[in-house]
């Protein structure tokens, strides 16, 4: 019998400190979880006390829990690479980070053959959220590996929504993600078209907050080029942001399926630079 995952009895691995890792290691250290982490970058190491940093991934094979909020696909494949011929039976894997569902599902299925359990588990609500514990986590996989790890995702989650099996939480945060820039994308183009007939943005922002146009986006205008200005101090490539990296996700996910998406197709294309010019502008604040 597995043993029971509590912060009593559990170390925590965590990989990847970016703009939503670092916060959420916060949220676990807060909530008395003994945690040891790696980043390919140690300098983000530097601001957490009372921490194991580590050199590399297979130094936390001791870890009964191991949470990857790396950049991509890529990232989370080579990692788990390394760590899974080393981790005890009965341990479990958490991907935080937007991948594919191909990619879950094939990860979950070589963790079952290892004695191993793995969650697709990507996260939303930004950088504040994850450091006050109270992010959305969509989590794909076995319910009994949820269930077990459940006081894990508690600590950094205000809701834990199961999506089905190994996949769903990456298809739903992927939807989550094309259904946000999408809007992004329209309340760009529409305060582009009002500034051209000299009307400031802040002026259209509040019409529409009682107005059918309100939506997430234009209750947090500004949070995007907060967002970006975060990827610039760290050194974040463009093309790893999510509003780039997330966006062709979608699009090969699609693929994979023969479906046609021809507004994340479209958004794919352009999205970037759009966010990246107005972040850079500073028109949002």
């Given at each position: 019998m597995a043993q029971e995952i509590t912060s009593e009895t559990t170390r925590l691995g965590f990989v990847g400190l970016g703009n939503l890792g670092k916060p959420m290691v916060r949220a676990l250290q807060r909530d008395g979880w003994s945690i040891a982490v790696h980043d390919r970058d140690p300098a983000r190491a530097s601001e957490l006390e009372g921490i194991r940093v580590v050199d590399g991934p297979?130094?936390?094979?001791?870890?009964?829990?191991i949470a990857l909020a790396?950049?991509?696909d890529d990232a989370v494949s080579e990692i788990l690479g390394e760590l899974v011929p080393l981790l005890a039976a009965g341990s479990v894997v958490?991907?935080?980070?937007?991948?594919?569902?191909?990619?879950?599902?094939?990860?979950?299925?070589?963790?079952?053959?290892?004695?191993?359990?793995?969650?697709?588990?990507?996260?939303?609500?930004?950088?504040?959220?994850?450091?006050t514990g109270s992010?959305?986590?969509?989590?794909?996989?076995?319910?009994?590996?949820?269930?077990?790890?459940?006081?894990?995702?508690?600590s950094v989650a205000g809701e834990v929504i199961h999506a089905g099996p190994a996949g769903a939480g990456a298809a739903v945060k992927l939807a989550n993600q094309l259904m946000m820039f999408a809007a992004l994308a329209g309340v760009q183009e529409?305060?582009?078209?009002?500034?051209?007939?000299?009307?400031?943005?802040?002026?259209?922002?509040?019409?529409?907050?009682?107005?059918?146009?309100?939506?997430?986006?234009?209750?947090?205008?500004?949070?995007?080029?907060?967002?970006?200005?975060?990827?610039?101090?760290?050194?974040?490539?463009?093309?790893?942001?999510?509003?780039?990296?997330?966006?062709?996700?979608?699009?090969?996910?699609a693929r994979d399926r023969a479906l046609p998406l021809p507004v994340a197709g479209l958004l794919a294309q352009h999205l970037a630079g759009k966010v990246e010019d107005h972040a850079h502008k500073g028109a949002g604040s």
């Open positions: 297979a130094q936390l094979a001791d870890c009964g829990v790396v950049p991509d958490l991907i935080h980070s937007t991948i594919l569902p191909g990619t879950a599902k094939r990860l979950a299925q070589q963790a079952e053959r290892a004695g191993l359990g793995l969650l697709d588990v990507p996260v939303s609500g930004g950088a504040e959220r994850a450091l992010l959305t986590v969509m989590a794909g996989g076995r319910a009994d590996v949820l269930e077990r790890v459940r006081p894990v995702l508690d529409a305060l582009e078209l009002a500034g051209a007939y000299d009307v400031p943005e802040r002026m259209v922002l509040d019409a529409v907050s009682t107005s059918t146009g309100e939506s997430w986006i234009t209750r947090n205008w500004g949070f995007f080029d907060d967002v970006a200005a975060a990827y610039d101090s760290a050194g974040t490539p463009v093309r790893d942001r999510p509003w780039s990296k997330d966006l062709w996700d979608i699009v090969a996910a």
